[in-house]
């Protein structure tokens, strides 16, 4: 009877043991798993990637070059002239729209001239910044002149009285919004990127659109021919169902089933006392 009553007692250390095990692998694989998803990079265009963009913007919302993220796209223009591009943003996407407007080299020093850049979404509401340098004006002894604009983290799903940023097609437009009268029709040349940083499950909210917000008007590419939509991922749109979040769910679930076996184990008591008969 003692053999046995030895026995069962490894055998509970040992199981205690086993599930202590198990449960601080899940919890390693679990937090490496979080650290993972939090700590991915910012995705970056290629090397061969830059330069590559488009040479000619749009002066309409129709007319819109497409860009995707991470290219560069350039143009040339006279000072009062609308410039437009348009790239595609999707689910949990914090976009980043950079220009850069250089003025030339012997009408620089005497430039007044004010740049602004605007972005819209494919409803072509103007969505704000949350940070940059949106308006600016030529600096006297400046070439060319800085904008940006942060937008904020795009949503999968919004109420119809909201603005917040949608999946789809976003327009960006280069302008001067203050010049001097006798600067009107000054050349410049014009640089415009767009970059994205995924922000993770932490922005995604339950619910998604049926469709990207895309309209279906025509765009020119960099050879100038017309394309049948306003830009898109080259890898697709996000499904709208995945998130982040799931990992966190199933591996919350996996441990708490653990700690809840290894609770039991440590609870349930010792059973039958030796000295108690079986027919009692």
């Not at 599930?19 to 290629?46: Q, R």
């Not at 919004?158 to 327009?171: C, F, M, Q, V």
């Not at 600067?183 to 339950?206: I, K, Q, T």
């Not at 709208?240 to 089933?257: C, K």
Request: hydrophobic share 40%; glycine share 12%; proline share 6%.
């Amino acid at each position: 009877m003692v053999t046995t009553t030895s026995r069962r007692g490894r055998t509970r250390r040992g199981a205690r043991r086993a599930f202590a095990g198990a449960l601080l692998a899940g919890l390693t694989l679990f937090t490496s798993a979080g650290a993972a998803v939090a700590d991915s990079p910012t995705p970056s265009a290629s090397p061969g990637d830059e330069g590559s963009g488009p040479t000619e913007a749009g002066t309409t919302f129709r007319t819109a070059t497409a860009l995707q993220q991470g290219q560069t796209g350039t143009a040339q223009a006279s000072a009062g002239d609308y410039l437009y591009w348009v790239f595609p943003a999707d689910i949990g996407q914090r976009a980043t729209v950079r220009a850069t407007v250089k003025l030339p080299q012997g009408e620089a020093k005497r430039s007044a001239s004010t740049w602004q850049i605007d972005v819209y979404d494919g409803l072509r509401r103007r969505q704000a910044c949350q940070y940059g340098h949106q308006t600016r004006k030529a600096a006297a002894d400046a070439s060319a002149v800085e904008l940006s604009c942060v937008l904020r983290t795009v949503r999968s799903w919004s109420e119809p009285w909201a603005n917040d940023p949608l999946p789809g097609s976003y327009y960006v437009r280069l302008t001067v919004v203050n010049v001097p009268a006798d600067e009107l029709g000054l050349p410049f040349e014009a640089e415009v990127r767009a970059d994205a940083v995924d922000e993770g499950g932490a922005h995604h909210v339950d619910g998604a659109l049926a469709e990207p917000l895309v309209p279906g008007v025509s765009v020119t590419g960099a050879s100038g021919a017309p394309k049948a939509s306003a830009g898109e991922p080259e890898d697709g749109w996000a499904s709208g169902w995945w998130t982040s979040r799931w990992l966190w769910t199933v591996g919350g679930g996996i441990l708490a089933a653990l700690a809840g076996v290894f609770g039991y184990s440590l609870t349930r008591g010792r059973g039958r006392p030796a000295h108690v008969p079986h027919g009692a």
